[in-house]
């Protein structure tokens, strides 16, 4: 998976990248970073990027010319690869793990990270062919969404994580939050850990931590739940005790 990232912050794009697992899996060249500066690609003799909006109204627009130029630059380094070009933005469709498994099958992903009130359209008209955000609220600018996207991508690259990494319970696979986790010592400022996962009875501990699971996305994500259910991804048993905990939760 090539990673090519069109920002004004590429310093702060590559220190977030070379640490841990993705800093591992770029040793491992199963991905690869090229971050570049828009702002190298001005021909502006002050190197501005930005100038104020058509029309009137707050903030700067960042210029089509650097952007566009810094993308033919890319076009030629890539030899005609074929490519997405994703503009992060607060405008666009929200990201989901299921556009996570779907980009994680490209080769290579272009990424534009814009700043101030946005970028000239016509350049975005010329470039892009998809328009992510990662949430609803504003940040200043795509760099942190960006780190978010290559974060979820490249750890569904084969290789990237190792056999244990990549067999831990899935958040999300199956709609359900992930059951709670404890380690050592048994006993900590006066907490137990739950008894059951000290029986060694796997099948009585796996039934406790669906039932958590459960309990939690009914709790914070009901709507996660509703889906687990409409896709009959609970069993029979489990039915049962989410009816139960419906039943309860009338009661008071
Ligand atoms: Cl992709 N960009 C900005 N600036 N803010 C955001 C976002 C993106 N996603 C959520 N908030």
Same mark, same amino acid.
């Given at each position: 998976?090539?990673?090519?990232?069109?920002?004004?912050?590429?310093?702060?794009?590559?220190?977030?990248?070379?640490?841990?697992?993705?800093?591992?899996?770029?040793?491992?060249?199963?991905?690869?970073?090229?971050?570049?500066?828009?702002?190298?690609?001005?021909?502006?003799?002050?190197?501005?990027?930005?100038?104020?909006?058509?029309?009137?109204?707050?903030?700067?627009?960042?210029?089509?010319?650097?952007?566009?130029?810094?993308?033919?630059?890319?076009?030629?380094?890539?030899?005609?690869?074929?490519?997405?070009?994703?503009?992060?933005?607060?405008?666009?469709?929200?990201?989901?793990?299921?556009?996570?498994?779907?980009?994680?099958?490209?080769?290579?992903?272009?990424?534009?990270?814009?700043?101030?009130?946005?970028?000239?359209?016509? #350049?975005?008209?010329?470039?892009?062919?998809? %328009?992510? !955000? =990662?949430?609803?609220?504003?940040?200043?600018?795509? *760099? /942190?969404?960006?780190?978010?996207?290559?974060?979820?991508?490249?750890?569904?690259?084969?290789?990237?994580?190792?056999?244990?990494?990549?067999?831990?319970?899935?958040?999300?696979?199956?709609?359900?939050?992930?059951?709670?986790?404890?380690?050592?010592?048994?006993?900590?400022?006066?907490?137990?850990?739950?008894?059951?996962?000290?029986?060694?009875?796997? #099948?009585?501990?796996?039934?406790?931590?669906? %039932?958590? !699971? =459960?309990?939690?996305?009914?709790?914070?994500?009901? *709507? /996660?739940?509703?889906?687990?259910?409409?896709?009959?991804?609970?069993?029979?048993?489990?039915?049962?005790?989410?009816?139960?905990?419906?039943?309860?939760?009338?009661?008071?």
């Amino acid at each position: 998976m090539n990673f090519h990232v069109m920002t004004l912050f590429p310093e702060m794009i590559e220190q977030g990248m070379a640490t841990s697992i993705l800093g591992r899996a770029m040793e491992k060249g199963l991905i690869s970073l090229n971050a570049v500066n828009i702002r190298d690609y001005t021909l502006d003799k002050h190197r501005r990027v930005d100038d104020y909006p058509y029309g009137g109204g707050a903030g700067m627009v960042m210029s089509a010319d650097p952007v566009v130029r810094c993308y033919r630059a890319l076009q030629e380094k890539m030899q005609g690869a074929k490519h997405r070009v994703i503009y992060l933005t607060p405008q666009g469709a929200t990201f989901t793990q299921t556009m996570a498994e779907e980009l994680a099958r490209e080769e290579e992903l272009v990424f534009l990270c814009g700043h101030y009130e946005g970028i000239d359209e016509r #350049a975005l008209e010329m470039i892009v062919t998809d %328009q992510v !955000s =990662i949430g609803d609220y504003v940040l200043t600018g795509g *760099e /942190l969404p960006v780190m978010v996207m290559m974060d979820a991508i490249s750890r569904l690259v084969p290789g990237v994580l190792n056999n244990q990494e990549s067999s831990e319970f899935e958040t999300f696979h199956d709609h359900l939050l992930e059951y709670p986790q404890y380690t050592r010592p048994e006993v900590y400022e006066g907490r137990r850990v739950p008894e059951v996962l000290l029986s060694g009875h796997h #099948a009585r501990i796996e039934e406790w931590r669906r %039932q958590q !699971s =459960i309990l939690r996305t009914k709790r914070v994500r009901p *709507e /996660l739940l509703e889906k687990a259910i409409e896709e009959k991804l609970l069993s029979k048993k489990e039915m049962k005790f989410y009816r139960e905990l419906l039943e309860e939760n009338e009661k008071e």
